[in-house]
């Protein structure tokens, strides 16, 4: 770690992980379904070099169990870079961005509405970043597009709000400089202040959850293994 | 002294154009224009009195007469009355202004609800308008009330049995039973239950403003025996943007429960709000008014409909706007006209998002089903029945099957949250217990709904098992009627969906088939002309059931192999696309197994790159015009051969419950 006031975030598997300045969450459900007690130290001055191998035996320790490592317990020198492959969705969480997943949003549902998880509600108004697709939609609404866990292609005109949308799209507004100018397919990752409770939109739904954008939409890339598809006629 | 014969040619000039003037001036004060009727008929129209006669009502069946006058410019008009046969209509006649665009200022509506007729026979309809300058207009339509007497098969129908299977044409079925039932040396091993009704009739589809229709004319037909524009469902057109003020057709739950104490059953597989469930039990101009429609049915359908059955999908529009998963708004909301809520006996409603309307329905006397363990448990002595399986629609059947056999904690059934969902038939089952509590008999509308959704989707394996769904409820009903002799089953469908048909099979195993479609660059090649076996070489595709009687797996050697005459651009790999979608947490690769996950319909089974150029715009498959099949059973079946108007049938049914017996 670098000189500072730096951190020891000690993650033991199950045991989860104590919300400090920042929260990193890897995994929605990984974070709700852990318990356990988190250690934190704080030094002054200059870190010794075997401060340092432990802190780097400790964040391959923590990547191996899958658990969750925040931009700040990073070398300075690697943090560029690690921001510049965060969009990648390969890489760890940019400073007060936590990682939100749809399984997270909600509890298991009874047989009334929705509830919404305390992950999320001790999220709402913080920034968070979320991976999803558009939902295809026949008609667009200005500043306003649908995430969804999963494509979803709409048909307004012959189904309405028949639709087949799971219950955790997620209504994402932006401002023209951040909106998409068209369709979007694949996987992208969303990046904004999270907003929770019901409000009628624009697009005549009620949205559980927002997400202003305060970045541009990232398209996460593909894992080729294979030649591409030959090329489709032009639509 | 000159005479008027000799009277000066310029004043003779002069007189002449000031009659000319005087005469222009007078049409420029014409009368005013009747420019809507209704009900509609080609005689207001077209000016033609000849049948078919667009409107038709049972003797007694309640419907608005309404009318559309436009004022001269800077006049209005100030009264207007109706006439049936020369002879004034008695009772009040409310009016208010049209807000459509496009109309003189002032355009005037004249209504005059609830009216019914006992007389059958055509009969003419005169509106008669009065402009403030004195100028009057009159103008005709007709409807036909169509007299119930006469023929009759000796017993009449005390429970009426519609099944509709939206969006399913005759390949459909073909298809379904290939699947289900199997053929061999060209006899189908067994028929669907559909097949073994004993009456068969092919049914015309138009709606009012259309050849194709959507689900809301398409199924309004058959529940209030009228045309209506598309989108629209219980009413006639009108000239107001107001989606609940529209003249109405008083539906079959509604006549049959005030006539003959009848109870009403709604399933669905849908969400309840959609077309075909909200034809049965609403009116409304705007199919897409979900918080309305639901309300409705609480507040209109069970007093005047004997509404005792509503299941489906649609748990959404049940819930408090500030519940999560709600979809309650008051742009999808209702409020009644005060006129019109006198004249049919409902409540004005409120713009109420925040209203609990599961907890209504409980208040109501209901039992409330979310999930299928609570539905296969409910008394027997349960006589009313709420279902809310989903949020919006409920998951289709292949998926809700794979779902049910692997037992997985994540699947798309798991994905979206609600993992005990009940199949089409369990639901039928439990909907015909709790209505024959009614000694008077019911009427009950079962729907296959995602037959027609996969079907825009050209996702051939899922309407497939949609319909084998759909004829194992079919099952479900014929028993019933069996033990209950005085049923009257009907199988139908609102239009057919896509334009599908069977146009041979596979001429490969499946193993070969899955690497043709994994990363070939010559799809028409591969796919189509080395693939695709017509005639003889389609053969007889073999499907095997498992214990629960859906297939066990929809991509067998030398699989049947659909083509769809109203599609979209789409790719096509003949396989059966192992989820509809993708889940955003797993990683998106290109390479097989995980490729053939698509992103949306557009993308999916790119990688064996057989493109299919679509003869409709945009992303989905359209419905069609042409005519569907019919099947009939029980007490009036005979009356349903031969081709037939969609409007037709609902003469039939309620001749059957109604008419006549020698």
């Known amino acids: ?235 | 002294m000159k005479t008027n014969k000799q009277q000066s040619p310029y004043l003779a000039r002069i007189a002449g154009l000031a009659v000319a003037l005087a005469t222009v001036t007078q049409l420029a004060c014409a009368a005013p224009l009747v420019s809507r009727l209704t009900p509609p008929s080609a005689l207001f129209t077209f000016g033609d009195s000849q049948p078919p006669i667009i409107a038709r009502f049972l003797p007694g069946q309640r419907f608005d007469l309404q009318a559309t006058v436009q004022p001269d410019a800077g006049t209005l008009i100030t009264n207007a009355f109706f006439s049936m046969d020369g002879k004034p209509i008695a009772g009040g006649v409310t009016s208010t202004f049209a807000t459509v665009s496009g109309l003189q200022t002032n355009s005037s509506i004249w209504t005059r609800r609830a009216f019914s007729v006992q007389r059958p026979g055509v009969h003419v309809l005169t509106l008669t308008a009065y402009q403030n300058d004195g100028s009057v207009v009159s103008t005709n339509g007709n409807f036909e009330i169509v007299g119930l007497g006469g023929e009759g098969e000796g017993r009449k129908a005390k429970n009426i049995i519609v099944l509709i299977g939206d969006g399913m044409g005759i390949a459909h079925r073909t298809a379904a039973r290939i699947m289900s039932r199997g053929v061999q040396m060209g006899k189908a091993n067994a028929r669907l239950e559909m097949d073994q009704m004993p009456v068969t009739g092919v049914v015309i589809t138009h709606s009012l403003n259309s050849i194709v229709t959507d689900s809301a004319p398409g199924a309004f037909c058959y529940s209030g025996g009228n045309k209506a524009q598309n989108s629209q469902q219980g009413v006639f057109p009108d000239d107001t943007t107001a989606a609940f003020d529209n003249p109405r057709v008083e539906l079959m739950g509604e006549y049959l429960a005030r006539t003959e104490g009848k109870s009403l059953g709604i399933v669905t597989t849908a969400d309840v709000f959609d077309a075909t469930p909200g034809a049965f039990g609403s009116h409304t101009a705007d199919r897409s008014k979900g918080t309305g429609i639901c309300d409705g049915y609480l507040d209109e359908m069970v007093t005047n409909a004997n509404l005792r059955v509503l299941m489906g999908g649609g748990r959404k529009w049940f819930l408090p706007s500030t519940t999560p998963g709600s979809a309650r708004s008051v742009a999808s909301d209702s409020v009644l006209p005060a006129e019109l809520a006198a004249a049919w006996n409902a409540p004005v409603g409120l713009a109420d998002p925040a209203r609990d309307l599961i907890g209504g329905f409980l208040s109501a006397g209901f039992t409330y089903a979310a999930d299928n363990t609570t539905l296969e448990s409910i008394p027997c002595t349960t006589d009313r029945l709420l279902g809310l399986f989903t949020l919006s629609n409920m998951n289709v059947a292949k998926d809700k099957i794979d779902h049910r056999r692997n037992n997985l904690t994540t699947d798309l059934v798991n994905d979206y949250g609600f993992p005990d969902q009940p199949m089409l038939d369990e639901m039928t089952g439990k909907a015909l217990q709790v209505l024959s509590k009614n000694p008077k008999g019911f009427s009950i509308m079962i729907e296959g709904a995602s037959i027609d959704k996969q079907a825009h989707l050209m996702d051939s394996d899922r309407w497939v098992l949609e319909a084998i769904e759909f004829d194992r409820a079919i099952g479900v009903c014929r028993r019933f009627a069996e033990t209950n002799k005085d049923t009257l089953v009907i199988v139908t469908a609102d239009h057919e969906c896509g334009g599908i048909n069977i146009i041979g099979a596979s001429t490969v195993s499946n193993d070969t088939l899955k690497a043709r479609a994994a990363g070939n660059t010559n799809g028409v090649s591969v796919l189509r002309d080395q693939t695709v076996g017509t005639y003889d070489a389609a053969g007889f595709p073999v499907y095997v059931n498992a214990a629960d009687g859906y297939p066990i797996t929809t991509d067998p050697d030398h699989k049947m192999l659909i083509g769809y005459a109203g599609n979209a651009d789409r790719y096509e790999d003949w396989l059966t696309n192992p989820r509809p979608v993708q889940d955003s947490q797993q990683p998106f690769i290109k390479t097989a197994p995980l490729n053939t996950y698509p992103a949306h319909a557009y993308s999916r089974d790119t990688a064996g790159g057989y493109w299919v150029t679509g003869q409709v715009p945009g992303d989905q498959g359209v419905h069609t015009a042409s005519d569907i099949p019919l099947s009939a059973q029980g007490p009036g079946a005979l009356s349903f051969t031969g081709v037939m108007d969609n409007t037709d049938v609902f003469f039939k049914i309620m001749q059957s419950v109604l008419g006549k017996r020698d």
């Open chain 1, 1 to 235: 770690m670098s000189g500072g006031s730096g951190l020891w975030v000690f993650i033991n598997q199950p045991l989860i992980k104590m919300i400090n300045m920042r929260i990193a969450v890897w995994d929605g459900a990984f974070f709700f379904g852990s318990m356990g007690l988190v250690l934190l130290m704080g030094f002054a001055g200059v870190h010794s070099g075997k401060a340092q191998e432990n802190n780097t035996r400790s964040l391959k320790a923590a990547a191996l169990s899958g658990a969750p490592v925040t931009l700040d317990q990073l070398p300075q020198s690697k943090r560029a870079s690690t921001r510049a492959s965060f969009a990648s969705g390969t890489a760890p969480l940019p400073d007060g961005v936590s990682e939100i997943t749809f399984p997270g949003i909600f509890k298991p549902v009874g047989g009334r509405g929705l509830e919404y998880t305390d992950f999320i509600r001790r999220l709402n108004g913080r920034k968070v970043c979320l991976k999803g697709y558009m939902v295809k939609q026949a008609v667009s609404q200005p500043g306003l597009f649908l995430l969804s866990p999963v494509p979803v292609q709409l048909e307004e005109d012959e189904m309405g709000l028949a639709d087949d949308m799971p219950s955790t799209v997620v209504h994402i507004h932006a401002a023209p400089s951040f909106l998409p100018k068209a369709f979007l397919s694949g996987r992208l990752l969303l990046t904004g202040r999270l907003e929770i409770g019901t409000q009628e939109e624009s697009d005549g739904r009620l949205s559980n959850l927002r997400i202003f954008l305060d970045r541009p939409v990232a398209v996460l890339p593909e894992i080729s293994a294979s030649p591409a598809p030959a090329s489709q006629p032009a639509r």
